[in-house]
């Protein structure tokens, strides 16, 4: 299924007040397309004279794989027990650490759900369409460590971007290119220098694939 914010709001505060007796701030919720993590929860800490201060509260799902509800739910689980620990300002002793899954176990042994510190994505469907085989404008960029970036470009922003990489330190352009491949399908399209950490073979392959163009 592909949840809206307001689905997963909803289970949010169903979840606070029935697990966690209301105690935690509603974060800013929403979804994204991440392949490589189902879930995440973040926030900012900066010091202050009364010591140190958390905010902004995030927590993110993403809908790249094709999740039931109770997997989902399950991935929020994961993250309102983060934001728990951070919101009261508990130290534990990892991001997973005896604190969360003591929390863990007691969700699911009291109430029956499977929480767990990490899920494999291999194996799993993607909401992705096979067939989004739309032209995108596509940046290949290296590092001095032979590490290998793609960005998929919004093309009325390819001045900035040109203008960026002048300016960029430990990156290069390797190649623009037009590419129909469905891989691209997920990628954010960009107005400023980021981009995708992608294999060595995935990058030559995907550059060898498209049609190279001079910008």
């Not at 007691?106 to 494999?120: K, M, P, Q, Y």
């Not at 085989?133 to 390819?158: D, H, K, M, Q, T």
Request: glycine fraction near 6%.
């Amino acid at each position: 299924m592909t949840p809206t914010t307001e689905q997963i709001t909803t289970w949010f505060d169903t979840f606070n007040r029935d697990y966690f007796a209301d105690s935690l701030p509603r974060p800013r919720l929403s979804l994204g397309h991440s392949r490589t993590r189902l879930g995440s929860m973040s926030c900012k800490r900066r010091r202050t004279l009364l010591g140190w201060n958390t905010t902004g509260f995030a927590i993110r799902l993403s809908t790249y794989y094709d999740c039931t509800e109770r997997e989902l739910q399950t991935v929020l689980l994961h993250e309102m027990i983060h934001l728990y620990i951070a919101w009261k300002g508990i130290r534990d002793d990892a991001p997973h650490g005896r604190v969360f899954l003591r929390m863990m176990n007691e969700l699911n042994t009291r109430h029956g759900w499977n929480i767990t510190v990490s899920t494999s994505m291999r194996g799993r469907q993607t909401t992705v369409p096979r067939n989004d085989n739309r032209p995108r404008l596509v940046l290949a960029l290296e590092n001095s460590r032979g590490e290998c970036f793609l960005s998929v470009v919004n093309p009325r922003y390819v001045v900035k971007l040109k203008a960026q990489l002048v300016r960029a330190i430990d990156v290069r352009p390797r190649a623009w290119f037009v590419s129909t491949d469905p891989f691209f399908a997920d990628f954010t399209t960009v107005r400023s220098l980021r981009a995708r950490r992608v294999t060595r073979t995935i990058f030559e392959e995907k550059i060898a694939g498209g049609k190279a163009i001079a910008v």
